[in-house]
């Protein structure tokens, strides 16, 4: 299995400003993705980070307002910008790799607050 | 493109009790299928999953889920449950390629003594 350690654990922000997730795996992993759960709701898959590429964005979300980073196959960032408290929600990083494994890894979550 | 359904957002029951929370998914492709479990304040942990094989499937923590084709289903059950079973769980589907997870909206297993 994956062992994913996420940055921060949690953060309060002031709104307009912009706060940077971590996500390190400690193995190399093909694929790794990233999720928003907000208040009272499911997960919604932002964007899956490609190692060496821009990362590829689900519908509703935009590279301006996320900006994601894979410098290798054992990080990524994501970037939450100029932050409303509607942004306020759980960020989740998830790994898969299909020759390994046959599921999801996910990482503890960052608990993001905007006021 | 698919979707799951979960259609009871809460489910309150006794310790002891059997409890089956339910899920529904939608694909016009063959899929994959899990069950994650998420503790108060602690991130998703899969509990078990349906690859191929046996439509039943069980977890170490005696939790067990069928996929039905038919009726597209993959219903999470219990016998007996804990007070340390409280958590949400999510249902969700993979096709066979990985490519992404879709979820379910949850539903919060609310365990009482």
């Known amino acids: 299995s994956a062992v994913i350690s996420q940055k921060p654990s949690r953060d309060i922000c002031q709104r307009g400003t912009s706060l940077t997730i971590q996500c390190q795996v400690d193995s190399q992993v093909t694929m790794m993705f990233w999720y928003r759960q907000q208040p009272g709701q499911s997960l919604t898959l932002i964007a899956t980070?490609?190692?060496?590429?821009?990362?590829?964005?689900e519908s509703g979300f935009v590279i301006d307002k996320f900006p994601i980073s894979r410098p290798n196959l054992t990080f990524s960032t994501l970037t939450v910008s100029n932050m409303s408290p509607e942004d306020s929600s759980i960020y989740l990083c998830?790994?898969?790799?299909?020759?390994?494994?046959?599921?999801?890894?996910f990482g503890q979550g960052t608990r993001l607050t905007v006021v | 493109a698919q979707s799951v359904t979960q259609l009871d957002s809460q489910v309150p029951v006794f310790e002891e009790a059997p409890v089956e929370l339910r899920c529904n998914y939608s694909?016009?492709?063959?899929?994959?299928l899990f069950w994650y479990v998420q503790y108060p304040n602690q991130g998703l942990q899969l509990l078990l999953k349906y690859l191929s094989g046996s439509t039943l499937v069980e977890s170490i923590n005696g939790f067990e889920a069928e996929f039905n084709k038919s009726q597209t289903s993959f219903h999470l059950r219990k016998p007996s449950v804990h007070i340390s079973d409280t958590a949400e769980y999510f249902c969700a589907v993979s096709d066979l390629n990985f490519n992404k997870f879709y979820f379910g909206s949850g539903t919060k297993l609310n365990v009482k003594p």
């Open positions: 980070a490609n190692q060496g590429s821009e990362a590829t964005y």
């Open positions: 998830s790994v898969e790799d299909r020759v390994r494994n046959t599921e999801a890894f």
């Open positions: 694909s016009s492709v063959s899929v994959y």
